[in-house]
Structures are given as C-alpha cells and as structure tokens.
C-alpha cells in the first residue's frame, strides 16, 4: 500500500517492533498535542494579560500553569445540556467532527529527524530506520487540505444543530469565511509545490536543509497569503467574526456546554498549534537547522521545529492582543478580492521562472515580464472593483431620491 | 487485506446512498453524501489513485456538499420535506420503470462481459508508469489532453458569467431578466435555484 508513503519503516517486514515502533509514534503525537494545547492556552492567557498590563492566572500551580487543567476537570464535570430544539445526533456529532481533523493533521508534520547530507529525515530507532513523523503519505500536504476542509463541517453542524438563531448565523458566517479562505491557503501553498516539486512533507523539508527555506525560494509573498489566510481559517484574530460576542454571543457554540464545549476549545487550539506546525513545514525549513553540540545531534532538529513553533504561537497571540476585529465585508473583500487574485499572480510567475530556468532564459526578463503582467491585472481588477462600486453608489442615490 | 477494504468501503458508499435516498431531513441526506463521498475517496486510495481521493475530499466533500448544506440552511428547506406531493405527473412510475432498466443493463453487462465490464484494467499507479501518481496525473490532463481542459476552464467560466449575470439586477434600458410576480414571497427566487443547480 503506497498511502503510507516513503516511510522506510514500513517498505521491509511488518513485525512487532514495527508495530510498536508506529503505536509508539501514534502515542507520542497524541500526548503531545494534548500536553502542547494545556501549554498553549496558559500561554495565551498569560502573554495577553502581560500585553493588557493584568496578571492573568496566577493560582493554580507555579505561575498559574495548572489553569487549564483546572478549567478542563471542571468543565468535564459540569451538567451536559442539549438544547431541546436540536437535532440530537447532528449536536452530538459535531464536537468530534471539529476535534479528529485537528488531531489527524498533525500525523503528517516531521518533527525531528537528520536532514544533513541528503538523508532524508532518516533516524534509526531501536534498530529500524524509520522517520520522526507518524505519516508520510504521498499526498502529502493536500492531507492538510483536505483535513481542514473536513474540520468546516464540525462548525458549520454545530451551528445548524443547536436549533437557535445566534449558532446558525455563526456557523453560516465561519464556513463561509473558511472556505474562502482555504483557496487562498491553497494557493500559497501550490507555489512551494512548484519549488519542492514534490507534495510529501519529507520531500518538503528535505529539500530546505540547506538553508534554502522556502519563505526566501518562493520569494516571500506565498509566506504572507499563507499566515493570513491560516489565520482566518483558524477563525482566530482579527478574523473572529465567528464568534464576535457583541453581535452572536459565542457563535457556533453558543449552545454547547461541558465536556462537548471543552472538545471546540480543544480543537480550536490544536488548530492553531498544527497551523504553526504546517507553516513551519512549509516554509521555515521545519526540523531543520544548526547542530550546535556535535554530541548528541539528535536533540537539535526537534528543538529547533518547537522554537519555530513557538514564535508562530507568539505571533498568533500578538494579533489578538494588538488588532480589532475586521467587518464581514472587509473579511471578504480581503479573501476573495486580495488574496486569491494576489496569490494566483505569484503562482505564475512562480511557474514562469521554473520553465525559464529549464529553458535557460535570462531569468530577469522574466521577473520583468512577469511582474508586468501581474501589476496590469492588478489594475485591471482594481478598475473593475472601483467601476462597480460607484455603480452601485450611483443606484443607491438613485432610489433614496 | 484488499478485499477486506473493499468491502467494507463499499457497505459505506452504498448504506450512504440509501441513506441519501430515505432520510427525510435534507441536512441528514447531505451527510449521508459525505459518507459516500468518504468511502469512494477511500477506494481510490485503494487503487493507488492518492491524488484523486484527496481532491474526492477536498472539491466534494470540502467543498461541494459544504455548498449544499448552505443553500438548505440560508432557504430554510431543512425540516421534513412533504413527500406526498409529486411536482411532475407520472414522476413515481416512470422512475421505478427507467431505474430497473438501468439496474438489469448493468447486470447484464456485468454476466456477460468477457475482460470485466470496464474493459481491460488501466492504471495511472506509480508501479505501472513510473514516476509518482500526481505527475503522471498532470502528465495526462495538461500534456496530453489540454485541449479538452482548456475546453472544459472555458465553459466553467462561461457558466460563471452566465451565474453573475442572472444573479444581478439592473437597473435601466437593459433589463435582460423579466421580473416574475411570485405570489409566495417564501420560495426561492429563479435566480436562487440557477446558482444551486
């Protein structure tokens, strides 16, 4: 079976210490993400309170790091209600339809493994070469894609199914925002297809060791649609139309309480860590970095993934503090009018520079023709988008008089 | 092993497709289709087409139904539909008529077909071709067949336009659309039913 993809683990004999080799990794991916989530949401709650000059949870445990352990039992013991308008099964679906998305991504992420000299990601773990990642499908990073768009479901159920008005105008807003978002996304994301030439996540950072990142190869602007527009998907700040309390209350999960309300925070978080962990994949170069103490070079490459990481955690946790909230028209203003046509523009030039270097043109002629090209259909758009707008200024006049 | 998976890919492709045929809520029929959707995704995985399950994930499943479920909700169809009206006469007998002729077909085929009822199997696997499935997938559609893709971008585009242009009203000489006098201000508008179908 080719779904597994080049994990050299898997290519010999299956036997028990492969098996247990793969429920080991499974097991670590699992406990992580969990351990990571905790981290993440006292993280937050403390790094906001230092931006808004508070103290932030300070209580339970040393510098108030238990929290969220604290809140998760509590949440877990609290009375489970559901709505007597809901459609009961769609309700209690919804939750788990948000949560596994979350935790299935994060299979194909490598976070760690020897990348130097061509080696492919390769560790040898109890005898057995294998790679620091549970998953290497050949699809690749179009897993991630097809992961996220799973997740709109949890979101846009969860909505519909609570049988109350606040949930379903959450849930129609977020999924309509996470779709057009997800062109954008994927858009950027072809552009280091285009580079890596492969879609496999290995390959992808494998083909960053040498310091060649693909944020400098695909010339930055695939990097900038990418965080923006994950941003948006993870409806997180200054994106969080989805649940803007002053207009819907809590938005889709208006209605959900206890364990299942605990489940949409956890998905939401670990959202935001496998984001991270993908743009780190993508475009930082991953695992790869430095080896600084030749001893024990194993210890390296997984640091220098969490460091990475925690910057995007950092960055994500500076935007809420520090942006409001957009209006929905901007949102989609921004998706469907900046983003898409701006990352479709870059994706061809992209594609136009890799065929001048098979073709061997002068490869600054073609960054000249290209970004000529792009500028006049970004005029062109603009012209379009401003012509529309007075029209329909000029039709408002009209029948206000 | 194979046979094990298709098997059981195949109990959930078809139990979602009745399921898409009995649930009375419209929700629950779309979910139903998703559950289809899932279990072809995971046969083509089972024939080495990765690609072609992952894009079954994100165009259909991710994105197509997604559209469905928002129409029905923004309509407000998603109660029980009365099923005891039939908007074309005749529409009952006639399904039940064109459905087992189309049924006994493709038994007959399946009995009588020499080198199974597709013909001699193909494959776009990377074992048969060499080099991996995405390539030798956009090896086909954009070397060897671009004419029919460019073909194909075009009369999507055509029906872009042509979706915009009935969905925007306009206001004086031209007026390509006639105004229709509903009577029942909750059905949707012609324009509606366009960009769903």
Redesign the interface.
């Known amino acids: 079976m080719m779904i597994l993809g080049t994990d050299p683990l898997l290519s010999g004999n299956v036997d028990l210490t492969v098996v247990l080799i793969v429920l080991m990794k499974v097991g670590i991916a699992f406990v992580f993400l969990l351990v990571a989530v905790m981290l993440m949401i006292w993280f937050e709650r403390k790094l906001i309170s230092d931006m808004q000059n508070r103290i932030g949870p300070s209580v339970a445990g040393p510098w108030g790091i238990l929290q969220t352990l604290a809140d998760g039992i509590k949440l877990f013991f609290k009375e489970d209600l559901i709505p007597e308008r809901s459609d009961r099964f769609v309700f209690k679906l919804a939750p788990y339809l948000s949560l596994i998305p979350a935790f299935l991504v994060f299979a194909i992420v490598p976070i760690g493994g020897d990348f130097r000299n061509d080696n492919g990601g390769v560790v040898t773990w109890f005898g057995r070469e294998t790679l620091v990642q549970v998953a290497d499908p050949p699809i690749g990073v179009l897993f991630f894609l097809a992961m996220s768009s799973i997740a709109v479901y949890g979101v846009m159920l969860a909505g519909w199914s609570s049988g109350s008005k606040y949930p379903l105008l959450g849930a129609v807003r977020s999924s309509a925002q996470m779709i057009s978002y997800e062109a954008a996304l994927g858009l950027s994301i072809a552009t280091v297809f285009l580079m890596s030439g492969t879609l496999s996540t290995n390959g992808i950072v494998s083909g960053q060791s040498t310091w060649n990142w693909n944020l400098v190869t695909t010339g930055v602007v695939p990097f900038i649609i990418f965080v923006i527009a994950g941003t948006a998907e993870l409806n997180r700040p200054p994106f969080d139309l989805v649940e803007a309390e002053q207009e819907l209350v809590g938005g889709f999960h208006t209605e959900y309480s206890a364990l299942r309300f605990a489940l949409f925070f956890l998905a939401e978080f670990m959202n935001v860590i496998t984001m991270s962990a993908i743009a780190v994949t993508l475009f930082l170069g991953g695992p790869n970095g430095p080896i600084l103490i030749e001893a024990i070079p194993w210890i390296w490459p997984p640091i220098w993934f969490f460091l990475k990481v925690g910057v995007f955690l950092f960055v994500f946790v500076w935007l809420r503090a520090t942006l409001p909230r957009l209006r929905y028209d901007q949102l989609m203003d921004l998706g469907w009018k900046v983003l898409i046509p701006a990352s479709l523009g870059w994706f061809l030039l992209i594609a136009a520079l890799n065929i001048a270097n098979d073709q061997g043109w002068q490869s600054w002629i073609v960054i000249l023709v290209g970004l000529t090209a792009i500028s006049v259909g970004a005029l062109a758009l603009m012209a379009a988008i401003r012509k529309a707008k007075m029209q329909r200024a000029s039709q408002a006049f009209e029948e206000a008089n | 092993m194979e046979l094990a998976v298709f098997i059981i890919c195949s109990a959930i492709v078809l139990s979602g497709a009745l399921g898409v045929l009995i649930a009375n809520?419209p929700?629950?029929a779309a979910?139903f289709l998703?559950e289809t959707l899932f279990g072809i995704a995971v046969l083509f995985?089972l024939l080495?087409a990765?690609?072609l399950?992952?894009?079954q994930?994100?165009v259909y499943?991710?994105?197509i139904v997604?559209l469905f479920?928002?129409v029905i909700?923004?309509l407000g169809v998603?109660r029980a539909d009365d099923l005891g009206i039939e908007p074309i006469s005749g529409q009952r007998p006639l399904t039940i008529v064109i459905g087992s002729s189309i049924l006994g077909l493709m038994l007959t085929t399946l009995l009588i077909s020499v080198s199974g009822p597709t013909g001699t199997s193909t494959s776009v696997?990377?074992v048969s071709l060499g080099g991996?499935?995405?390539k030798n997938l956009g090896g086909t559609l954009f070397h060897d067949h671009l004419f029919a893709v460019e073909l194909t971008a075009l009369l999507l585009t055509v029906a872009i336009v042509g979706a915009i242009a009935l969905a925007r009203r306009l206001?004086g000489p031209l007026q390509p659309i006639p105004i229709l006098e509903t009577t029942n201000d909750e059905r949707p508008s012609p324009e509606d039913n366009g960009d769903v179908e």
């Open positions: 809520n929700v629950h979910l998703v995985i080495d990765t690609f399950a992952a894009v994930v994100v499943a991710g994105a997604i479920l928002f909700m923004l998603d696997s990377e991996t499935n995405t206001k």
